[in-house]
């Protein structure tokens, strides 16, 4: 037997960061095409694969593919591998989650998912919200938020009112301020988002932004960091900062954030290819 490529992520090869090692131009690897040999190497169903791979992240490495196991119309290309998948794979999930909100509502909802409340989160906030005004409602997914800042800038943004209409002779009305969707929001949450990804949905909620659907947050609102470096290159960490609220209560810490609509990933519809937070937020 022959090793065969399942699934081939595309990343985004202008970015440092997603680099996809078998869509690069000229090496156009498709799915259902086998890897046969690796720098040389024969590669066959009963060796592993990993092996093949060790200390080429970063390398060039020429691969054998082709659409036959038995090696005809086979070609060799040149590729290099990255030392971590993770950010294709979350790429690949992300845009997969927008898909389905496009197909489930007909394009009339705009999908946002934040990995954290640092340089990604609000990367991914600028870049999929702003691009998606011109929808009707949105869905927040802080699924898997592991936190960073406190993300005031971002439900700002989200509650920006509308202000004022204006008439054009040119064209359509426009209202103002231009960049918002003065719509229904709803937040995905789950209990692997913390942090930052605790208070995320606590201000989504206290500003009645919309309602929280999924599972309880980690409850995990105290905050480390900022101690100068170690003389030896090391790092000493310990609590510094804890979030309470307005009336002097630690409301989150030790408790999370409760959804609104309680929503488990069941096993039996996830392998299905169903997300059920995901097709529930869609519903309310």
Do not use: C
Not at 234 to 257: C, D, K, S
């Amino acid at each position: 037997g022959r090793y065969r490529f399942a699934r081939v992520y595309d990343g985004e090869n202008w970015n440092p960061d997603l680099q996809a090692p078998l869509t690069q131009p000229g090496v156009n690897v498709t799915a259902g095409e086998y890897l046969l040999a690796v720098n040389g190497r024969e590669l066959h169903a009963t060796d592993e694969i990993y092996s093949f791979f060790e200390e080429t992240a970063g390398k060039q490495v020429v691969l054998k593919v082709g659409p036959n196991a038995d090696g005809s119309g086979s070609r060799e290309v040149t590729v290099v591998p990255v030392d971590n998948e993770f950010n294709l794979r979350h790429l690949a999930w992300v845009e997969g989650n927008r898909r389905k909100v496009d197909e489930m509502t007909g394009g009339r909802v705009a999908y946002v998912q934040l990995p954290d409340t640092a340089v990604g989160g609000f990367t991914n906030f600028n870049r999929y919200f702003f691009a998606q005004v011109d929808k009707q409602a949105a869905i927040i997914d802080e699924r898997f938020n592991h936190g960073g800042f406190l993300a005031d800038y971002i439900v700002e943004n989200l509650r920006r009112p509308v202000l004022n209409r204006v008439a054009s002779r040119e064209g359509k009305d426009m209202t103002l301020p231009a960049e918002e969707i003065n719509g229904p929001k709803v937040m995905i949450i789950n209990q692997f988002a913390g942090s930052g990804g605790d208070a995320l949905p606590w201000f989504f909620r206290n500003l009645g932004l919309g309602p929280l659907v999924g599972m309880k947050t980690w409850g995990g609102l105290v905050g480390i960091g900022g101690y100068p470096q170690l003389i030896d290159g090391g790092f000493v960490m310990a609590p510094r900062i804890a979030i309470y609220n307005l009336t002097g209560q630690w409301e989150v810490e030790n408790h999370g954030i409760a959804p609104d609509y309680e929503v488990e990933m069941d096993p039996k519809l996830v392998r299905e290819g169903h997300d059920p937070q995901l097709e529930k937020a869609v519903e309310v």
